[in-house]
Every structure is written in C-alpha cells, then in structure tokens.
C-alpha cells in the first residue's frame, strides 16, 4: 500500500512537472543550481578546510607553541561550519523547488528566487568574512607570522557569487511566468470569490513559511545545540564565547523537539481545521520567540561574535514570527469555507496517473 502511495504520488509529481515548457524549465534550472552551486561552495570549503589544516601544523610546529593562534582557527572554523550549512541548504532549495510544483503553491515559488538572491548576498557576506580573516590571522602573537596563505577570491569566492545572481535572475523570470500559469489554474480550482481566494493565499504563505521552518528553524535549533554544549561543563578561556547557562540549554534542548512537532501539527491542524492544535502551535512558536531571543543575547554579548549565527539567528525569529501571525490568520479562516475546497482539491485525480498507478 505505501509503495502505491508512493508511485502515485512520483507519476503525479512527473505529470506537473511536464505539464508545460516552463515548469520543466523550472525544475531544470533547481536542479543545476544546486549541482552548480554546490560544487562551488565545496571548492570553498575545501580552500577554508585546507588553510585551517595548515594553521594547526604552523601552530604545533612552532617552538614554543602558538596558542594565541586559538581564536583564529575557532573563527575559521565557524566560517568552515557556514559552508557545510550553505551546502545543505542548496540541496534543500531544490527541494522547495519540486515541492513548488508538486503543491502548485505560487507563493513558494516566488520564495524560491527571492531565497536564490538572498545566498547571492551570503556568498558577498562569505567574501567580506574570509577577507577579514586572512587581515586579522595572527594579531594577538607576539612573535611575528611566518605563515602564508592566499584567499585566491577571483577563483573561489567571485565565481560562486556571479553563479547565484544569475540563477536568481533566471528563477526570477521562470517564478514570474509559472505564478501567471499556476494562478490561472488555482483560479479554476479554488473559484472567483475574493474572499476565499484571500484565505487560500494566506494558507499558502502558512505553508510556505512552515517549509522554511524545516531547513531554518529546525537547522538553527540543532546547530544551537552543537554551538552551546561544550558550555554544559566548566566552561575556559575560548569556549566562553559561546557560553550559555546550564538552565536555558535545557531549555533550549526542549524546544528543538518542539521543532518536530510543529511540522506534524502544523499541516494537520491547518488542513482539518483542528483549533486545539493550532491554539498548541501558537503556543510553540511564541517559545521558539523566546528560545530564539535568549539564544541571540548570548551570542551578542560577547567580543568574538559569530556574525553568521546572529544573522541566522535573526532569520529565525523572524520567521518564526511570521509563522505565528499567520498561523492566527488561518486559526480565523476555520469554518469559512476553506476546508471543503482543500479537501476537494486533493481528490481531483487526473487520469493520466490513475491509470499507471491503480489502487
């Protein structure tokens, strides 16, 4: 029976995605961007890995030992973690991209190329990082440098940022051209009324923004856990930048399982119009506020800052807020009308993979 849930659903996958020159053309543009993409971040990140091998050689090669080159590598190694993040996410974003055409949810999609503009902007912010790093190596020694290593950015840094403004601009153009095609066809399912096309658009957006609390929320909330657990224990010297206290940790532990319940409720509540659990779900956003901001007070509060993590921080709370004001609009949205529309829209079965995949 899964196995049939499964194919059914892979040949209605396939049926949308073929379904007009420009959705294939959308799906095909995801798919080199995160092959492209990717591999260049990969070459960053080996550049990044490589140079922080060497510094620790330099460093147990010295006599005596460098330990003031500590700082620099625990900074080199935050900027290495942000590649692996910027990795992952690329296989996420096409994911987005497929689920896009899967749901047909015109919001996500032009979420899609925004996203796409907004790494252009990671990988300048990546640039101005690794610059300032290779500037400020070395300054607390007393004893002058002898180690040299180059950035190379025009082979490295530059490529991976002039890749990603032109896939943003051609996800921008595709997004344009499928929000016009799909929005003719959700028109035709959902019907001409103003306010139930205004209610469908906000459970969209809800959904939307759940989608990105997968990769963000959950993301953000895991690495916070690797971030502050050497701070469970007495903490030194150069863990004390990441410090948190024993008390918020755990909480935070608490909350980073309530990231994988808001996934469940958060579809099942909204789609069956289930209040109890949109009233828990609000509940779990507002302690993800809190988490969140507690988090970003002690990663602020200190000299050595992760400026990543803060903007990934930052990102968080705000979609973490967004979720909780749209997760009231579509709390007030139950009993209108919205749920038999939905429901109405899952049955509708074309014949093409009725066929191929029979129950």
């Given at each position: 029976?899964v196995?049939?849930?499964?194919?059914?659903?892979?040949?209605?996958?396939?049926?949308?995605?073929?379904?007009?020159?420009?959705t294939?053309?959308?799906?095909?543009?995801?798919?080199?961007?995160?092959?492209?993409?990717?591999?260049?971040?990969?070459?960053v990140?080996?550049?990044?890995?490589?140079?922080?091998?060497?510094?620790?050689?330099?460093?147990?090669?010295?006599?005596p030992?460098?330990?003031?080159?500590?700082?620099?590598?625990?900074?080199?190694n935050?900027?290495?973690?942000?590649?692996?993040i910027f990795?992952?996410?690329?296989?996420?974003?096409?994911?987005?991209?497929?689920?896009a055409?899967?749901?047909?949810?015109?919001?996500?999609?032009?979420?899609?190329?925004?996203?796409?503009f907004f790494?252009?902007?990671?990988?300048i912010?990546?640039?101005?990082e690794?610059?300032?790093?290779?500037g400020n190596?070395?300054?607390?020694?007393?004893?002058p440098?002898?180690?040299?290593?180059?950035?190379?950015?025009?082979?490295?840094?530059i490529p991976?940022?002039?890749?990603?403004i032109?896939?943003?601009?051609?996800?921008?153009?595709l997004?344009w051209k499928?929000?016009?095609?799909l929005?003719?066809?959700?028109?035709?399912?959902?019907?001409?009324d103003?306010?139930?096309?205004?209610?469908?658009?906000?459970?969209?957006s809800?959904?939307m923004?759940?989608?990105?609390g997968?990769?963000?929320?959950?993301?953000l909330?895991?690495?916070?856990?690797?971030?502050?657990k050497?701070?469970?224990?007495?903490?030194?010297?150069?863990n004390?930048?990441?410090f948190?206290p024993r008390?918020f940790?755990?909480?935070?532990?608490?909350?980073?399982?309530?990231?994988?319940?808001?996934?469940i409720i958060?579809y099942?509540?909204?789609?069956r119009?289930?209040?109890?659990?949109?009233?828990?779900?609000?509940?779990?956003?507002?302690?993800i506020?809190?988490?969140?901001?507690i988090?970003?007070?002690?990663?602020?509060?200190?000299?050595d800052?992760?400026?990543f993590?803060i903007?990934?921080?930052?990102i968080?709370?705000?979609?973490?807020?967004?979720?909780?004001?749209?997760?009231?609009?579509?709390?007030?949205?139950?009993?209108?009308?919205?749920k038999d529309?939905l429901n109405?829209?899952d049955?509708?079965?074309?014949v093409?993979?009725?066929?191929?995949?029979?129950?």
């Amino acid at each position: 029976m899964v196995m049939i849930v499964i194919k059914r659903k892979c040949i209605k996958l396939l049926h949308r995605i073929n379904r007009s020159r420009t959705t294939q053309l959308f799906i095909l543009s995801s798919i080199l961007q995160a092959i492209i993409i990717t591999a260049l971040e990969v070459r960053v990140f080996h550049r990044n890995n490589d140079t922080s091998i060497s510094l620790v050689a330099y460093a147990r090669s010295s006599n005596p030992s460098m330990s003031c080159l500590v700082p620099d590598l625990f900074i080199l190694n935050n900027i290495i973690e942000e590649n692996i993040i910027f990795i992952i996410f690329q296989i996420f974003q096409m994911w987005l991209c497929f689920n896009a055409i899967y749901t047909q949810n015109t919001v996500q999609i032009v979420t899609t190329a925004a996203v796409t503009f907004f790494c252009a902007l990671f990988a300048i912010v990546q640039i101005l990082e690794v610059r300032k790093w290779y500037g400020n190596i070395g300054k607390l020694c007393q004893a002058p440098l002898k180690f040299e290593s180059y950035p190379k950015f025009l082979s490295y840094d530059i490529p991976l940022m002039i890749a990603l403004i032109i896939f943003g601009f051609i996800m921008a153009f595709l997004g344009w051209k499928l929000y016009r095609q799909l929005g003719w066809n959700i028109y035709k399912k959902i019907g001409g009324d103003i306010n139930t096309q205004a209610m469908f658009k906000t459970y969209l957006s809800y959904e939307m923004l759940l989608k990105l609390g997968l990769f963000f929320i959950l993301g953000l909330a895991l690495e916070a856990c690797i971030v502050f657990k050497i701070n469970l224990v007495e903490h030194t010297s150069i863990n004390r930048i990441r410090f948190l206290p024993r008390h918020f940790y755990l909480f935070h532990i608490a909350v980073t399982g309530l990231t994988f319940l808001i996934q469940i409720i958060g579809y099942r509540s909204a789609k069956r119009e289930i209040k109890v659990g949109m009233i828990c779900l609000c509940v779990f956003w507002a302690a993800i506020i809190i988490d969140f901001c507690i988090l970003m007070k002690y990663s602020i509060s200190v000299k050595d800052s992760w400026y990543f993590f803060i903007v990934f921080l930052s990102i968080g709370i705000i979609i973490s807020f967004f979720s909780l004001i749209w997760s009231v609009f579509v709390y007030n949205n139950f009993g209108r009308g919205l749920k038999d529309r939905l429901n109405q829209k899952d049955k509708e079965e074309p014949v093409f993979y009725l066929r191929y995949a029979p129950i």
